[in-house]
Structure formats: structure tokens, C-alpha cells
């Protein structure tokens, strides 16, 4: 069992989704290695910094989790630390502020931060400009020297900026916070959505726990990979070897893969031909963005197995099964998402109504009260229902008195398919 294993194991015993732990460990090692250790892409150098979002109903617990990873970030104390209500441009001000180590007295230049939240919105003062720097300066590998930027007269000059994000939100905040242009414009395709609809077990927290988690402990493991520095070992070579035991013909020359290089190549060939073929309409961006989303978490996966910069086979098959799970909750997110107009967004709340019902049928009576918020008139329902009909995405029929709208069971398969991120 490896560390973040353990961590998740710490927590079975408490509501919060089992996932949001996972993902939250995941945060906590990538807010404290931050751009100390990479894997070289040829053109530029990929780093394990990632954007999570846990995203469920409120009262799902989603802040224990976020909790967790702050507490041992504090006591690995290499990062900067960003929570409470803030606006971009203070948090700009933070990380382009040097900090003295009380402890050594040691002066650290670097702009580096673990922005880590309960509620996103919340937590940051609203800005037009607010996802577009976050979605900026995820991009380390880009943003090589110094990044600097002007905003309401106050100028931003930031040394290698490289963040880390954890935070929270639930379906009625984010479709306030986020508009269009934050759907489309990337922050999205950058973000790790954890979507969660079900607590992982009840407990009212009276009785005390068998295994209380011990962060003290966990936190000392992190303190290890804080002082990890260099380029994990490459996934191909130009020479065979026992490491790189599989040759495959490239550019008119012979290359050699390790064994985790050929499960990340064979998969990415194919998952780029899949999208290709079945001419998937993403408009975040996520499926492009999908190669250095896996790559990142493979890193982040062999950090929590050992402190050696190397990622091997069983790793990064975890690291394609975890980020293909999210795929569908990107689409979760950002269905109804602010910027829709009000009969996409109603068209998307009757959708999800049918879909999420046992029988996945309700009556029009039923459907009017229900959405009694959302439509204009029951001629705009109506007509709504009757498009759906004609498409094949529902069924109406009479019984007695009482119509009834009914998805099919294809179709039920069809839309679940595509909320969990799969093809076809």
C-alpha cells in the first residue's frame, strides 16, 4: 500500500467521498514538489502542477478533504499557502512577494502557491479576468523566467510562477461564477472535476473513530518529496536496453520504449484516432489538453508509490484510468453552465430529470412543478417535449388523463455513455 493508498484508507470511515481524498492527496504532493521535478517533452518541460475542483451538492462534505491537504502542505512549509477570501490580483501580490523562512532565514524569490478553498466562489473576489490568469499561469512549462502583468495600476512581476489548486464548488455556485468564455477559453480543460453525487457512508461523527487519521505522520512522507529536485527518467531512449525493451519505427528512425512509455503511446494513438473518428464536439478543450492531463497525474501517482523519479507501467495505466473517470464530469460542470441561453439550459434540466429517475419517466404535470422556474409558459414546455419526441430522445403517451414522458432505455445508455466520458 502506498502512501496515497493509505491516505484514502486513513478516511473510510468518514462521509466525504472516498475519491475526494484520492484527489486531495494528489494536490497536496503536486502543491509540494512544484516545479522542482519534471518529464521532459521534447519541447519544453511538463510539471506535475494540477487544478482540481471537487464537485458536489452542498453538505457532501467536500471540505474535509481540502482541509486535509492544507493542513500537511502547512507542515511541509516549502509553498505558499493561499486560502480565505482573496481577489486575483492579491494573490498575484502574495506570490510575487519574496518570504523569509522564519526558520533559516533563508530568502525564497520564487512564485509558487497552493490556492486551496471550500467554495471557489467564495473564496475569490468576482473578476472578468479572474479564470483567465489562473488559466494563464497553470501553464508552467510556458511560463519560464518571469510572467508579469498590469492590472488596475498595480503591476505583477512573478519568477517562474507555478500553482497548485484545490477547491470546492456545487452545480448552483459554479453556473453563477463561470461564463462561457471559462468553458471555452480553457480553465476548464486544465481542471481535474471530481464529480460526486453520493456520500462514501454515514456517520454522524458522534462515535469516535477506530482509525483517526494521523497527519502528522502522513505529512512527514510529503516532506521527503519536497526535497525531491531533477527530470524524471525519460519513456523512450534511442538505445535498446532492458528498460527500454520495445522498438517501434518513428520518423524514419528506430526508438525505444520503456514499458510505461508503450502503454502511454499505443493508448494516446488510439484515444486521438477514437475522438477523431467518432468527431467528438468539446468545447472546453479537455480531450486536447488529455495526454499532459495523464502524464501529469502518472507523476504525481509515482511520487506517491516511492521517491524515485520514475514512472512505471502499472502507474501510468492508473494515471489513464483515473483522468478517463473525469472525462464525463467536465460535461456534468458545464452543462448549464452561465452564458447558455434559457432553453439550452432548460433543454439540459429536463435531460438530466429523466436520466436521474429509476424509471426515467415523469408525468407533464409532475415536470411542470418541478421546472416551474425555468420555463416561460407550458407552450414553451410543450414544445420542448414534442423536439425531443421528434427526435427520438423521449417518448410521450396518455394514460388516462395524465401524459407521460419516457426516455428510452438506448437512450438512457447513450447519455450515460456520454457523461462518463466514453466513445461510442
Not at 334 to 340: F, K, M, N, P, Q
Request: aromatic content about 8%.
Amino acid at each position: 500500500m502506498n502512501w496515497l493508498d493509505g491516505l484514502v484508507k486513513q478516511h473510510e470511515e468518514l462521509e466525504s467521498p472516498l475519491s475526494f481524498w484520492r484527489w486531495s492527496g494528489l494536490a497536496a504532493i503536486s502543491a509540494v514538489v512544484k516545479d522542482n521535478v519534471w518529464l521532459h517533452r521534447q519541447i519544453h518541460n511538463l510539471y506535475p502542477n494540477i487544478y482540481v475542483m471537487l464537485h458536489a451538492e452542498s453538505g457532501l462534505k467536500k471540505g474535509p478533504p481540502i482541509s486535509m491537504a492544507k493542513q500537511m502542505v502547512a507542515k511541509v512549509n516549502n509553498t505558499r499557502i493561499i486560502s480565505g477570501r482573496s481577489s486575483i490580483q492579491g494573490i498575484l501580490k502574495d506570490m510575487g512577494t519574496a518570504k523569509t523562512d522564519p526558520k533559516s532565514g533563508k530568502i525564497t524569490g520564487d512564485s509558487t502557491a497552493f490556492i486551496c478553498s471550500n467554495e471557489l466562489t467564495s473564496s475569490l473576489v468576482g473578476d472578468k479576468v479572474a479564470a483567465d490568469i489562473l488559466t494563464d499561469l497553470y501553464d508552467r512549462s510556458y511560463n519560464i523566467g518571469h510572467w508579469r502583468s498590469l492590472l488596475k495600476m498595480e503591476s505583477f512581476d512573478l519568477k517562474n510562477p507555478t500553482i497548485t489548486m484545490l477547491v470546492a464548488t456545487n452545480e448552483a455556485h459554479s453556473e453563477d461564477f463561470f461564463g462561457r468564455k471559462d468553458v471555452q477559453g480553457g480553465y476548464f480543460a486544465r481542471t481535474f472535476i471530481v464529480y460526486e453525487s453520493k456520500r462514501n457512508k454515514v456517520n454522524s461523527l458522534l462515535a469516535p473513530l477506530a482509525n483517526p487519521p494521523d497527519y502528522d505522520t502522513s505529512s512527514e512522507y510529503l516532506k521527503k518529496l519536497g526535497g525531491l529536485k531533477g527530470r524524471f527518467t525519460p519513456l523512450v531512449a534511442l538505445e535498446r536496453s532492458e528498460d527500454y525493451p520495445h522498438g517501434q519505427s518513428f520518423n524514419g528512425r528506430k526508438i525505444y520504449f520503456s514499458s510505461a512509455g508503450m502503454v502511454y503511446e499505443d493508448w494516446y494513438n488510439q484515444f486521438t484516432k477514437d475522438n477523431d473518428e467518432a468527431e467528438i464536439r468539446d468545447e472546453t478543450g479537455t480531450l486536447n489538453r488529455f495526454g499532459d492531463s495523464v502524464l501529469k497525474v502518472a507523476m504525481l501517482l509515482s511520487l506517491a508509490d516511492h521517491t524515485e523519479l520514475i514512472i512505471n507501467e502499472s502507474q501510468m495505466n492508473e494515471a489513464i484510468g483515473l483522468c478517463r473517470n473525469l472525462i464525463g464530469n467536465v460535461r456534468r460542470a458545464t452543462l448549464g453552465t452561465r452564458g447558455l441561453s434559457a432553453s439550452a439550459d432548460l433543454k439540459v434540466k429536463i435531460l438530466r430529470e429523466l436520466l436521474n429517475r429509476d424509471d426515467h419517466k415523469i408525468s407533464q404535470d409532475m415536470l411542470m412543478k418541478k421546472l416551474i422556474m425555468d420555463y416561460t409558459s407550458p407552450a414553451e414546455l410543450t414544445e420542448i417535449m414534442q423536439s425531443f419526441e421528434g427526435s427520438g430522445m423521449i417518448t410521450i403517451r396518455s394514460i388516462g388523463n395524465k401524459v407521460i414522458f419516457e426516455m428510452p432505455i438506448d437512450k438512457v445508455n447513450e447519455l450515460k455513455r456520454h457523461f462518463e466520458g466514453r466513445i461510442g
